[in-house]
C-alpha cells in the first residue's frame, strides 16, 4: 500500500513558466511534509519542508501548499530554471506518536526547457 | 563541514553473497537513516539508527541488517544476495531524525548477478 504518491512521473515546463508537482498521501497521521530534489549520481537534497499546523511555506522560489482535508501536497517553483531539471521527492512523516519513519513517494522527472 | 560519506560507490556481487556498505554520518549528526532506490519503487526506508540503536525499520526481510557505532559510522548488511537486491542504497544523516532535513550521500550501486 503506497502511502505517498506522486502520480505524475514526468513534467516538462518552459524556462521562466511555473512547475507545479503534485503529491497526495493516504495516511491522515502524517504531520511533517518534506520535498527533495534528486541530480543523476547523486543523493537527494533537501529542498523545503511543511509541518501540518500550516497551509503554506515558502523558500525563494519554492513554495509548498499543504491541503489536509484532501491530503494533498503541491511544489511551486517559480520561475522555472534550466538547473531545477531534476527528480523530485515528496515524503512524509508521523512525528507525534508515530516511528517517525519517512515515507517517500516515487518521485516525478521535471524537465525544464530553455 | 564534509558530506555524508559512503563507501563503496559501486560493488558487483552474485547471487547468495553477502555485502557490508559503510555510511559516515556529517559529523555532529546522530541520526543515520538507510534507504534502498529502485526505479519502480522510488525510495523505501529500510532503518534508522540513532545512538547505535535501531530506533526504525522498514518493511524488508531480515536479510537487511544494519548497525551503528558509538563515533555515529554506520554499516548496512545485506545477507543471501538475491538479483531483486540490485539498486542504489543511500544513507542519510541529521541531528535527530529523518523528520529533520536529511543530508543524502551519493549512495551505493549495488548490482547483483
Known amino acids: 500500500d503506497q502511502q505517498v504518491k506522486q502520480n505524475s512521473p514526468s513534467l516538462s515546463v518552459q524556462e521562466g513558466r511555473i512547475s507545479i508537482l503534485n503529491c497526495d498521501y493516504t495516511?491522515?497521521?502524517?504531520?511533517?511534509f518534506l520535498w527533495y530534489k534528486k541530480y543523476p549520481a547523486e543523493g537527494p537534497t533537501f529542498l523545503i519542508s511543511?509541518?501540518?499546523?500550516?497551509d503554506k511555506n515558502e523558500d525563494g522560489r519554492f513554495t509548498v501548499f499543504l491541503n489536509k482535508s484532501a491530503k494533498h501536497l503541491s511544489l511551486h517553483i517559480v520561475p522555472s530554471q534550466p538547473g531545477d531539471s531534476a527528480v523530485y521527492f515528496c515524503?512524509?512523516?508521523?512525528?507525534?506518536?508515530?516511528?517517525?519513519?519517512?515515507?517517500f513517494g516515487k518521485g516525478t522527472k521535471l524537465t525544464v526547457n530553455p | 563541514k564534509a558530506g555524508v560519506t559512503q563507501t563503496p560507490r559501486y560493488l558487483i556481487k552474485t547471487r547468495g553473497q553477502q555485502v557490508t556498505l559503510s555510511c559516515s554520518p556529517i559529523s555532529g549528526h546522530r541520526s543515520v537513516s538507510w534507504y534502498q532506490q529502485t526505479p519502480g519503487q522510488g525510495l523505501q526506508f529500510l532503518f534508522e539508527?540513532?545512538?547505535?540503536?535501531?530506533?526504525n525499520k522498514g518493511n524488508f526481510p531480515g536479510r537487511f541488517s544494519g548497525r551503528q557505532f558509538s563515533n555515529s559510522r554506520s554499516e548496512m548488511n545485506v545477507s543471501t544476495l538475491e538479483l531483486g537486491d540490485s539498486a542504489l542504497y543511500l544513507c542519510?544523516?541529521?541531528?535527530?531524525?529523518?523528520?529533520?532535513?536529511?543530508?543524502f550521500g551519493p549512495g551505493t550501486r549495488l548490482t547483483v548477478l
Open positions: 542519510a544523516s541529521s541531528l535527530m531524525g529523518p523528520y529533520n532535513e536529511q543530508f
Open positions: 539508527y540513532f545512538s547505535e540503536t535501531q530506533r
Open positions: 495516511n491522515s497521521m502524517f504531520d511533517y
Open positions: 511543511i509541518s501540518s499546523i500550516k
Open positions: 515524503a512524509a512523516s508521523q512525528t507525534q506518536g508515530g516511528s517517525e519513519k519517512l515515507v
